[in-house]
């Protein structure tokens, strides 16, 4: 069935379904950020313990009884001026300084104005569903067209 042929009624209570199902989603999401916050805090103070721990005794890890307490090193690399940046790799040759990531906006805009696809980069699309709220309707009665949505679609609640 093509999207032309789907009866406008079956279209709103799926939108309907998807509505309820983000605003449990964020629901759960929004308790467990907040449950989860005195641990958090509390993770912070023991880990600022351990980094002291190692401080004393030096080192960077240490097997216990009950696990290893092992300090981590991410590097990070912010570029503060683009502008800056990019000279200095272009002028210098330096493009090991560089990722190599194709930006996707700018691959499209290209591919769009030359008729050909950029060389060696794969172009795709990625479908996904959005839903946004009417603000014309409010809708107490989720809950009976939640089970009966998933009745008939079939699905597990």
């Not at 993770?43 to 890890?61: C, I, L, S």
């Not at 949505?149 to 699905?155: H, N, R, S, V």
Request: glycine share 6%; net charge neutral; proline share 3%.
């Amino acid at each position: 069935m093509s999207d032309r042929e789907l009866p406008y009624a079956r279209a709103d209570e799926l939108a309907r379904l998807l509505l309820k199902i983000r605003t449990e989603r964020e629901t759960l999401k929004a308790e467990y950020e907040k449950a989860k916050k005195p641990l958090d805090k509390y993770w912070d103070q023991v880990a600022a313990e351990v980094f002291k721990f190692f401080e004393r005794n030096g080192g960077n890890r240490i097997d216990t009884d009950y696990g290893r307490l092992k300090i981590n090193r991410r590097p990070s690399a912010t570029v503060k001026d683009g502008e800056a940046f990019m000279d200095y790799v272009i002028q210098n040759g330096a493009y090991e300084l560089l990722e190599r990531r194709a930006h996707i906006k700018g691959c499209f805009e290209w591919a769009r104005e030359h008729g050909k696809k950029v060389p060696g980069v794969h172009l795709n699309v990625i479908r996904t569903i959005s839903v946004l709220k009417s603000t014309e309707k409010d809708d107490d009665d989720y809950d009976e067209l939640l089970v009966d949505l998933l009745d008939g679609l079939k699905l597990q609640k």
